[in-house]
């Protein structure tokens, strides 16, 4: 199984809503990423977890916060958000110190209003 | 500074065609790895290829083909015999270290559009 699946496919929040963005992966890795995605550009790294720990935070605003409950699952928590963040998020996942490709999952499409 | 340059916003291929998507790249690293993923509308980024500095033949993947030189800092995507499946955003990609920590992520390039005709 090379899958990654994500939850929701679609979401549309308001700017004082709080919301969640789920991804789950059975394949044993022990890597876990989240990527930013906005239209028309490549996406852009925000987290890595690696065995459950938060490894890389690029810089990403408090109003994203992140969990890894267990190897499996990773999340996004939303709150506060702005129009402009409004994007495709996308989760992926590899093996810890695996050089070559790192699976992804199919996004989840934001929409801030 | 962008280490990984794609120049051909968009390329059109007539189906069952051979088409060449460009990407060069910039490092000081002497090992390091590039990867070309294929983003279809649905959103989905797909592995195709990879490529490690040290490897001595170019990767190939089915109809995926890599041509790599090293000396031209160059890891042009090859399609062969092209498909209408193949419409579809391809990014090529780096990997680069983040700072002392040990891990490493993917830098993309701003990606090619391919689009496939009958």
């Known amino acids: 199984d090379t899958e990654v699946t994500q939850t929701p496919k679609h979401l549309v929040m308001g700017m004082t809503n709080k919301k969640s963005l789920k991804c789950e992966q059975h394949?044993?890795?022990?890597?876990m990423y989240w990527y930013k995605q906005k239209a028309k550009k490549p996406p852009e790294l925000m987290f890595v977890?690696?065995?459950?720990?938060?490894?890389i935070n690029e810089s990403v605003p408090s109003r994203f916060s992140p969990e890894c409950p267990n190897s499996s699952l990773l999340n996004l928590h939303l709150h506060a958000l702005q129009p402009e963040d409004s994007a495709l998020y996308l989760c992926?996942?590899?093996?810890?110190?695996?050089?070559?490709?790192?699976?992804f999952g199919p996004g989840t499409r934001l929409t801030v209003t | 500074a962008q280490k990984i340059t794609q120049t051909q916003p968009g390329m059109f291929v007539q189906e069952k065609e051979a088409v060449t998507l460009d990407c060069t790249y910039d490092?000081?690293?002497?090992?390091?790895?590039l990867f070309w993923y294929k983003q279809p509308s649905s959103g989905e980024m797909i592995f195709l290829i990879y490529?490690?500095?040290?490897?001595?033949q170019n990767a190939t993947e089915g109809r995926y083909s890599l041509n790599f030189q090293k000396a031209r800092k160059s890891a042009n995507l090859v399609i062969s015999a092209s498909q209408l499946g193949d419409s579809a955003m391809y990014f090529c990609?780096?990997?680069?270290?983040?700072?002392?920590?040990?891990?490493?992520?993917?830098?993309f390039g701003t990606g090619t559009r391919l689009l496939v005709s009958p």
């Open positions: 990609a780096m990997r680069e270290g983040v700072g002392n920590t040990g891990f490493q992520k993917l830098v």
């Open positions: 977890y690696s065995y459950e720990k938060l490894s």
């Open positions: 394949m044993g890795h022990r890597a």
């Open positions: 992926a996942s590899s093996q810890r110190d695996s050089p070559y490709e790192q699976y």
């Open positions: 490092t000081s690293d002497p090992s390091y790895g």
């Open positions: 490529q490690g500095s040290y490897d001595q």
